[in-house]
């Protein structure tokens, strides 16, 4: 296992923008500072070729002019939505940044995806570290917030922590677009796809949760045995017909807070398989939905609709305004705590 950190692109431009190397025999991963964000991991396929299973960017400058896409970064204070941008906590009304269809999402305009972190380097990975000053995006609190990768063998390891002087709401992942057939050059609807989860959380307009909890049974939400993406993704669903595709939150099967398997993906021509195993009650699937050609990627690789998948590992969307949804809310004498890892083989 080894950790090695440079400046990346021009100092004269970026001059606290780092790239971060942690490479074992297995896997060999990039983060930055910008975004405390995944850039790249390169996994070995059946045969033991490397190839990079995340969508990115050869150059820094390309991540800061891309506003839309989230690509490997992590996102708080709010990962996914807030419905009109707004929600009460302890009788006070608080309004947020709105930057979606009216709502609030993943933080708002200028999220923790659009921050230069601290980088430290630890011995098996670097910690991220960023201060969010009350009233940050609309958000209560000053919050103090760390984001450790961590490479172990075949495993990527993300620990979240997180504590504010003020009571607050708070819900973070990391959005990395998959696919494992690697550099995103064809569609993912060919992966096959297990999620640990009996039930869903169903959307209105601009993808917010209706407040159901609705059972995957005999629907196309149903992914309790591993099966290809793309094989009812273009049903006549109402809800896969409001968001494009998949872009839903499943409600993890009960795990007591402990890190446990949430998410399972297999890609037949290479041979690479993916496990997601989290402590977060929910993972927000996206099949790449909204990706529409205008980023051009690693290898000049346009990333078209359905070129990738995200499994957001994360609290529910706009749980401040359900409060039958698992809780949100951050107070002073606690401290936010979750892991979630990616594990890859081959066979």
């Not at 790239?19 to 059946?46: C, H, K, M, W």
């Not at 609030?104 to 969010?132: A, D, I, N």
């Not at 000053?142 to 390891?157: E, K, P």
Request: aromatic share 10%; hydrophobic share 30%.
């Amino acid at each position: 296992m080894s950790v090695e950190g440079s400046v990346w692109g021009s100092e004269s431009s970026h001059p606290s923008m780092w790239i971060y190397t942690l490479a074992s025999e297995q896997l060999r991963v990039r983060v930055t500072n910008f975004g405390a964000r995944l850039v790249s991991i390169e996994a070995p396929d059946r045969h033991g070729v490397m190839g990079d299973v995340v969508l990115g960017y050869d150059l820094p400058e390309q991540y800061i002019r891309d506003q839309t896409t989230y690509l490997g970064a992590s996102i708080g204070r709010y990962a996914n939505r807030i419905a009109g941008g707004a929600f009460i906590l302890d009788g006070e009304a608080f309004h947020l940044d709105r930057n979606r269809d009216g709502n609030t999402l993943h933080g708002g305009t200028q999220g923790f995806h659009r921050r230069m972190w601290s980088p430290r380097p630890t011995t098996s990975g670097v910690e991220f570290t960023l201060e969010s000053e009350d009233g940050d995006m609309g958000f209560p609190g000053n919050l103090r917030i760390s984001v450790h990768f961590t490479l172990d063998g075949d495993r990527l390891q993300i620990d979240y922590t997180a504590s504010s002087d003020k009571s607050t709401v708070i819900n973070l992942t990391n959005h990395a677009y998959f696919n494992l057939g690697g550099d995103g050059c064809a569609t993912i609807e060919g992966h096959e796809l297990l999620l640990n989860a009996d039930y869903f959380t169903p959307v209105g307009p601009g993808l917010i949760p209706t407040g159901a909890i609705s059972s995957v049974a005999e629907t196309p939400f149903d992914f309790n045995r591993m099966q290809p993406i793309g094989r009812r993704i273009n049903q006549p669903s109402e809800q896969l017909v409001r968001a494009g595709g998949y872009d839903h939150n499943w409600v993890l099967q009960e795990g007591n807070q402990q890190l446990r398997e949430a998410a399972v993906v297999y890609e037949p021509l290479s041979g690479r398989t993916l496990t997601v195993a989290t402590t977060e009650p929910g993972i927000q699937f996206n099949s790449g939905n909204s990706l529409n050609g205008s980023c051009v990627g690693r290898r000049n690789v346009p990333y078209t609709r359905r070129r990738s998948l995200c499994l957001e590992t994360q609290h529910f969307p706009d749980s401040p305004n359900h409060p039958d949804f698992p809780s949100t809310v951050l107070r002073t004498d606690e401290v936010f705590r979750s892991t979630t890892t990616y594990t890859f083989s081959a066979h």
